[in-house]
Nanobody, 116 residues
Framework: QVQPVESGGGLVQAGGSLRLSCASS????????VGWFRQAPGKERVFVGG????????SFEDSVKGRFTISRDDGENTVYLQMTRLKPEDTAVYHC?????????WGQGTQVTVSS
């Protein structure tokens, strides 16, 4: 079974950068799409960005376009979310999800806090 595990969260000042990782502790997710979602306190979980199984396509929510990128290293069985020019409104718990066409496997999340 695929079991995503996120890491890399933390506290960063506005304008800074963080790189989140999503690795599988179980079966490889080399042939799955991977998405990143975030949930801020008191708000619903929303889509941040995703990458296709073959890395040919990525998509991002409008507020992060130009600031966030996604890449995958299937040799390391890991997908990365590179976040730059972070803003306080990016503060949330970030989850990765694996699947296709629906996201069937979810990680527990990693906290990202951006201070102003």
């Amino acid at each position: 079974q695929v079991q995503p595990v996120e890491s890399g969260g933390g506290l960063v000042q506005a304008g800074g950068s963080l790189r989140l990782s999503c690795a599988s502790s179980g079966r490889t997710f080399s042939y799955y799409a991977v998405g990143w979602f975030r949930q801020a306190p008191g708000k619903e979980r929303v889509f941040v960005g995703g990458i296709s199984w073959d890395s040919r396509r990525t998509s991002f929510e409008d507020s992060v376009k130009g600031r966030f990128t996604i890449s995958r290293d299937d040799g390391e069985n890991t997908v990365y979310l590179q976040m730059t020019r972070l803003k306080p409104e990016d503060t949330a718990v970030y989850h990765c999800a694996v699947g296709g066409p629906t996201y069937d496997y979810w990680g527990q999340g990693t906290q990202v806090t951006v201070s102003s």
